[in-house]
C-alpha cells in the first residue's frame, strides 16, 4: 500500500486540515494491517509503560552526557530507541537547553489532549474595521473560536543559540542553523526524530527561532526537538516549548509589520502601530482604546549586529537579546490618535539608538498584553514581520512629537543640540500659536458661514477653512527637516546663510547662500533663534495649501504660488509611500494605495496654484 507522503510544513502557523487527516489515517493503518510491519522497525514492547521506562531514563542521560549519539544505527535501535519523554501541560512552557546534533523528547498526554478548554479570556477590546461599525461596543477575543474539538496547538521559541566558532565567517552570513520539531500522534512512533519516515511524523523547522503547528488528535502526543550538526557552530541552545489545546503559546505574524515608521533624528525614533479600531472617537470601543495600557511592544536591533539573526521571529530572543527591548528603558509607549484618520494607535518613542544607522522594528506582544508565562493562554507573546528604519546623520534635526497646539507635528524639525526639547517644542508650538490667533481674528471679521462666499464648494465653512490653516500653518511654520548631507532631489535646502553646527561656513558665493529661497529658512524664528546651521527641508505637500485655498473663503485672499515659487516652497506625495512631502500624521509605507494618490491629484485639476495672505512674503 502506498502512502501519500507528509509533507513538513515548514513553521507555518498550521499544519493543513490534510496533514491533519493523514495524520488520523496513519495512525489507524499502522495500527492495523500495517502494524506488524511497524513493530518489526522499532522492536516495541506491546505494553512501553511497563518494560520501556528504566530504560528509557538512562538513554536520556547517556544522550546528555556524550552529545549527539542518539543511535540511527539500526542494530541498536532496539536498545536505545526508547528515550524518557518530559509530560507537557496545557499551558505551561518547558525551558530546555539542547546541544548541537542532540534529540529531546516530550509527549502532551492524552489526559491533556482530551481536557475541557480553558474558560476564554476577557481580551483586547475590539478591532473595529471600516466595514465593521455594527460591533464598535463589543468584545472579540484575540484568538478565534475553535473549529474543532481537541485541536493541540505546539509552538517552540528558540531563546538562545550556539555562537559561532570561527572569527573568519561573517557573522551575518551565517545564521544560526533552526531547530527541527518532529510530531507523531502515533503509538508505533512514540520517538520522533531525524531519520524516521516522514509517513511516521510530521517535521517542522523553527524558522528564525518560531515553529507553529496544530492539529486534531484524541490521544499521546509525541514532540521531538532536535538540534542540527553544526562544525560552523558550538555551545548549546535554549528553547520554549509549549502544548496547548486553548490556543497557540506561542504566535507570529508574518503577514503585516503592523509597524510604521514616523521619523528619527540621530538618537531616537518614532514609529506607530496600525489604528486599532476605526471606530469614532464618540463610541465607548474609541475611549476604551485610548485609556488601554499600551498592550504591544516593540523591539529594535541594528541590522549590521549578529545577536537576533536567525531568531527574528522568536519573541523569547528578542526579550533577551534584542538591542532595544522592553526593560532596557529606551522604548516609551503611549496610545495616540493623532495621524490619518485621527484613530487609536499605539505610538513608540525609541531612544539610544547609533546615527546613520539601519535597524530592525518588531512589534511583539508580551504573553497576552496583560498576563505571560506559565497557564495564560498566549502566554509566550507574538510577534509581527520585521520592518526597518534609518536613524539621521546629522544632529541638527530633532524628533519632536506631542506637542499642545500642533498636536498633529511628529517629525524631526530643525533644532540646535543646545536646546533641550521641551523648550524646543514650546518654541516652535507657541510660534504656530500666535500665528493662528492672528487668523482667527481675521476670519471673525468675515461671514464665511454663508454659502455664497465659498467659491469652490457649498460644504464646507468656518470650521473647515480653520483646519486646513491650521494644517498648512503648522506644516509651514514647523518644518520636516532632513540630513543635509542627503542629496534625494526633494529636498530643499535652506538658511545656508548660517555657519554649520561645527563652526564651518558655505563659501559666499555658493548658489545657496545667494539664493534666498535657500540661504534662510521660512520661518524666521528657526535663523534667529534655534540657529540649526544649514539643514534641508522636505517640503509641505501642495495638497496642503490648496486644501486650504479651497476650504476658506476667497475674502481671505489665500492664493498659492506658481511656477519656481511653488516648486521652491511645496513638495508632492510619492506613490510608493516614501515621504517625499510633508503632511500632518505621515509616517513611511502608509499612502501607497492607487486610489489615494488619485485623490490627491485631482485637486489640481479645479485649482491654481497661488502665493497666500497672511504672512506670504515669509513663506511663499
Ligand atoms: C548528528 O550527527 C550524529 C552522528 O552522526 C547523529 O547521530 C545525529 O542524529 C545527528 N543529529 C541530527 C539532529 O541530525
Ligand atoms: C491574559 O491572561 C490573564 C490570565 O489568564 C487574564 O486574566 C487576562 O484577562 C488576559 N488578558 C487578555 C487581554 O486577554
Ligand atoms: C567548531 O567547534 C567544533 C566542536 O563543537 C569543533 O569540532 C570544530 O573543530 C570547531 N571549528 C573551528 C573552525 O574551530
Ligand atoms: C484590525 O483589523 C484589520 C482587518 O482585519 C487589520 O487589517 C488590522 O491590522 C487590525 N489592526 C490591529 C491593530 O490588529
Ligand atoms: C551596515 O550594513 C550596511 C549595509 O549592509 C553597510 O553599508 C554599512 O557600512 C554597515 N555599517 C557598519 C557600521 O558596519
Ligand atoms: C514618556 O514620554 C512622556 C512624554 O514625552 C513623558 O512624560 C514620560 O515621562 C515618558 N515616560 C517614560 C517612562 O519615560
Ligand atoms: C488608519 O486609518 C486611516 C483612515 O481612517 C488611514 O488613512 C490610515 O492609513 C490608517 N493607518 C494608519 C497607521 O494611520
Ligand atoms: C552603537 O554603536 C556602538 C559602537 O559601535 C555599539 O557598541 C552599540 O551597540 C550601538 N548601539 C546600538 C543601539 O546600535
Ligand atoms: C528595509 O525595508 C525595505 C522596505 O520594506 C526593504 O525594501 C529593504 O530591503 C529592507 N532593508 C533591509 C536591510 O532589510
Ligand atoms: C499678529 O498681529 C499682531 C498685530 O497685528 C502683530 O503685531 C503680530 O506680529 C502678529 N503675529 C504674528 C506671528 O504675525
Ligand atoms: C453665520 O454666523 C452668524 C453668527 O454666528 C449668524 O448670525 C448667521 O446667521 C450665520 N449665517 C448663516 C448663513 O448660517
Ligand atoms: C562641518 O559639517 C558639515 C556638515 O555636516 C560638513 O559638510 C563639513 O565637512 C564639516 N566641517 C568640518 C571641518 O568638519
Given at each position: ?7 513538513p510544513l515548514q513553521s507555518r502557523f498550521a499544519a493543513t486540515l490534510a496533514a491533519t487527516i493523514l495524520l488520523v489515517i496513519l495512525y489507524y493503518v499502522l495500527f492495523t494491517d500495517l502494524g506488524s510491519f511497524a513493530y518489526a522497525l522499532e522492536i516495541r514492547p506491546v505494553d512501553p509503560k511497563v518494560a520501556d521506562y528504566p530504560l528509557l531514563i538512562e538513554g536520556r542521560k547517556a544522550a546528555h552526557d556524550d552529545d549527539g549519539d542518539d543511535g540511527t544505527i539500526p542494530g541498536k535501535i532496539a536498545a536505545r530507541d526508547t528515550p524518557a519523554p518530559q509530560a507537557l501541560v496545557n499551558n505551561q512552557f518547558k525551558q530546555s537547553n539542547i546541544n548541537l546534533g542532540e534529540t529531546q523528547y516530550w509527549t502532551f498526554p492524552k489526559s491533556a489532549v482530551t481536557a475541557p ?504
Open positions: 500500500m502506498q502512502f501519500p507522503k507528509l509533507t478548554r480553558s474558560a476564554t479570556p476577557t481580551g483586547l477590546p475590539a478591532n473595529v474595521t471600516a466595514t465593521d461599525p455594527s460591533s464598535a461596543s463589543g468584545v472579540v477575543m484575540n484568538h478565534e473560536l475553535k473549529k474543532r474539538e481537541n485541536t493541540v496547538y505546539i509552538s517552540l521559541n528558540t531563546c538562545l543559540g550556539p555562537s559561532l566558532n570561527s572569527t573568519n565567517v561573517d557573522p551575518l552570513s551565517a545564521a544560526i542553523p533552526p531547530l527541527t520539531v518532529y510530531i507523531s500522534t502515533s503509538e508505533n512512533n512514540k520517538a520522533p526524530g531525524p531519520g524516521k519516515s516522514s509517513d511516521e511524523q510530521a517535521e517542522y523547522i523553527a524558522e528564525q527561532g518560531y515553529m507553529g503547528a496544530s492539529f486534531s488528535a484524541e490521544s499521546d502526543v509525541y514532540v521531538s526537538v532536535a538540534a542540527p550538526n553544526s562544525t560552523l557552530f558550538s555551545g548549546v541552545y535554549n528553547y520554549d516549548l509549549a502544548a496547548s489545546i486553548d490556543a497557540y503559546f506561542h504566535s507570529v505574524d508574518d503577514d503585516t509589520t503592523n509597524l510604521y515608521f514616523v521619523d528619527s533624528d540621530t538618537t531616537s525614533a518614532l514609529l506607530i502601530t496600525d489604528n486599532v479600531t476605526q471606530s469614532s472617537p464618540d463610541s465607548p470601543n474609541y475611549q476604551q482604546w485610548m485609556n488601554i495600557t499600551p498592550p504591544y511592544t516593540m523591539f529594535a536591533h541594528n541590522i549590521n549586529n549578529s545577536a537576533i539573526f536567525g531568531l527574528e521571529r522568536s519573541y523569547c530572543a528578542l526579550s533577551l537579546s534584542a538591542q532595544i527591548r522592553p526593560g532596557n528603558n529606551a522604548i516609551n509607549t503611549s496610545m495616540t490618535s493623532r495621524g490619518l484618520g485621527n484613530k487609536p494607535k499605539e505610538q513608540f518613542k525609541i531612544t539610544y539608538l547609533n546615527s546613520s544607522s539601519t535597524y530592525y522594528g518588531i512589534l511583539g506582544m508580551y504573553g497576552n498584553s496583560t498576563a505571560s508565562g506559565i497557564d495564560v493562554i498566549g502566554g509566550g507573546g507574538k510577534v509581527w514581520r520585521a520592518m526597518n528604519f534609518t536613524t539621521k546623520a546629522d544632529s541638527n534635526c530633532a524628533l519632536l512629537y506631542n506637542l499642545d497646539f500642533c498636536s498633529q507635528v511628529a517629525y524631526a524639525v530643525p533644532s540646535n543640540p543646545s536646546i533641550d526639547l521641551t523648550t524646543l517644542a514650546h518654541m516652535y508650538d507657541s510660534n504656530a500659536q500666535s500665528y493662528y490667533q492672528n487668523f482667527t481674528n481675521s476670519l471673525s471679521l468675515i461671514p464665511c458661514n454663508t454659502s455664497s462666499i465659498s467659491m469652490y464648494s457649498l460644504a464646507v465653512g468656518c470650521p473647515d477653512c480653520a483646519s486646513a490653516y491650521k494644517q498648512w500653518l503648522c506644516a509651514v511654520t514647523i518644518p520636516r527637516c532632513y540630513d543635509y548631507s542627503s542629496n534625494f532631489s526633494f529636498l530643499q535646502p535652506r538658511n545656508a546663510g548660517q555657519a554649520f553646527l561645527n563652526g564651518t561656513t558655505l563659501p559666499a558665493d555658493d548658489p545657496l547662500v545667494l539664493s534666498p529661497v535657500t540661504n534662510a529658512s521660512r520661518n524666521p524664528l528657526i535663523d534667529s533663534q534655534i540657529k540649526p546651521g544649514p539643514y534641508k527641508e522636505i517640503l509641505p505637500c501642495h495638497d496642503l495649501c490648496n486644501d486650504l485655498v479651497r476650504t476658506c473663503p476667497s475674502a481671505l485672499g489665500f492664493q498659492c504660488p506658481t511656477g519656481q515659487y511653488l516648486n521652491d516652497s511645496y513638495g508632492y506625495r510619492a506613490s510608493n509611500g516614501d515621504i517625499t512631502c510633508s503632511y500632518l500624521g505621515a509616517a513611511y509605507y502608509l499612502n501607497s494605495s492607487p486610489m489615494k494618490l488619485a485623490a490627491n491629484f485631482s485637486f489640481e485639476i479645479f485649482l491654481g496654484f497661488c502665493v497666500l495672505w497672511l504672512a506670504s512674503s515669509l513663506f511663499y
